[in-house]
């Protein structure tokens, strides 16, 4: 995917590959934007990571994330609230379903992790099907327009995630 986005985007930005559960190896305030695609799901604990996306950021700065909606893994938890490590079978990649695992959380733990993170939440888009992609499946596009699937969070750094002195 790295690959992929340099090809598209040549020198018109940086694209960094990095391993979310250990510190960045970047230094402070050296970006304007952090884009975290579909990622974040996959670690237990938000509040680290996103608090090296602040430190990162320079200021003004901005975080877009996606992430799955609680919609899409609310039937596979008993506790709504409880972040917990979830599996699907995806298909389409062979004979197999692929096992994937990820964590369910509540729509309050995501916006309580971005706010514990050093974020305020500036814009957040349930995504929607697009008339392309009804023509394309109509099943499916009314199936997540019934119980959407992603969401879209924009955000900036707190003040407190800009002080010198934060934790």
Not at 13 to 18: D, G, L, S
Not at 24 to 44: K, M, R
Not at 70 to 93: C, K, Q, R, S
Not at 101 to 107: A, M, P, Q, T
């Amino acid at each position: 995917m790295v690959a992929l986005a340099r090809a598209r985007l040549g020198t018109t930005a940086r694209v960094e590959q990095a391993d979310l559960s250990r510190p960045l190896p970047f230094d402070d305030g050296v970006f304007d934007l952090v884009v975290s695609s579909l990622t974040l799901h996959y670690l237990a604990d938000w509040v680290p990571t996103l608090r090296e996306f602040a430190r990162v950021l320079r200021r003004p700065g901005r975080l877009v994330l996606s992430t799955h909606h609680p919609f899409l893994t609310v039937d596979l938890v008993e506790d709504y609230d409880a972040v917990t490590l979830v599996e699907e079978g995806w298909t389409g990649f062979g004979d197999a379903p692929v096992p994937v695992r990820f964590y369910h959380r509540s729509l309050a733990r995501i916006l309580g992790d971005l706010a514990a993170g050093g974020f305020t939440l500036r814009e957040f888009e349930e995504v929607r099907p697009s008339l392309e992609a009804d023509a394309r499946d109509p099943e499916l596009a009314a199936r997540l327009r019934a119980r959407p699937a992603f969401l879209v969070l924009d955000a900036l750094p707190t003040e407190e995630a800009t002080s010198p002195d934060r934790a």
